[in-house]
């Protein structure tokens, strides 16, 4: 018997998707569940841009699915009434929400400045600055990698280390000319990142190479590493304008939304009051 009704529901809704609308003199019940029901129109509608053989697999399905659906619905009706109330205040909050939500929305497109500019930016951060501190240590500076065995491994130490921009560039040829792996970081990197370029083990601790200022060697089964480290910020010091630039700019366009919203909604308020919509009496 089961497999009668759903030979004769595939035929049906086979029918209702190969004629076109205009040729259904009425609609149709294709399914029900106590005192739903799911009406033809509907179940073209959800198939409407498709057709052949595949529009009556999917038209099954959504039948099937929306018999599901209003078969859990209804029972979760049944075994929570108790709590119906505090789902419709549920619902109804998250209606009011949503709504006063897109309406903010509307109320802000096409009146709301995106621009924060340089200068607000800096002015903030140097208002705020210490609202700003560091989570990490960050550093900025280069590491090197070259074969154990390469000759003039002293040369281009002291050249790295050197503060002349001829040396510095002759440090560079030597490196590009060896196809040397060198990594240069001119912005604020995490420390923890830096070391995943060198040989380091976890259990072991490297603070020690973020002092100083000299260059330092690491070394592995076939490789020298040469690392030198130009500026330092560590953990739980005043963070750096690079690092939290974005970040502010994120702040005074969160401001500037929450300065208008709350405008607008004192806005309808006032009006409210003032066209004698609104009503307030004294609670005794």
Known sequence: MRNLRHIILSALLAIVLLVGCERLPQDKVIASVG?????????????????GADSVKVAQNFVDQWVRKQVKLQEAERELASSMGEIDRLVDEYRTSLLGGRLEQQYLRGRMDTLITDSMVKKYFAAHRS????????????????????????????????????????????????????????????FKEFLSYLPVRRDKNYDYILSGGEIRQMADADSKYFIQIHDVIKQGSNAPYERVEDMVRRILFNRRRTELITSYNDSLYQSALSEGVVTINNIE
């Open 35 to 51: 005192e739903s029901v799911l009406m033809l129109s509907e179940v073209r509608a959800a198939t409407l841009a498709l057709s």
């Open 131 to 190: 609202d700003f501190v560091m989570d990490r240590t960050v550093l900025k500076g280069r590491i090197v990698r070259l074969p154990d065995n390469y000759r003039q491994s002293v040369k281009l130490f002291n050249l790295m280390g050197s503060k002349s921009e001829e040396k510095q560039q002759d440090f560079l040829d030597l490196c590009m000319k060896n196809n040397f792996e060198l990594h240069t970081f001119d912005s604020w990197v995490d």
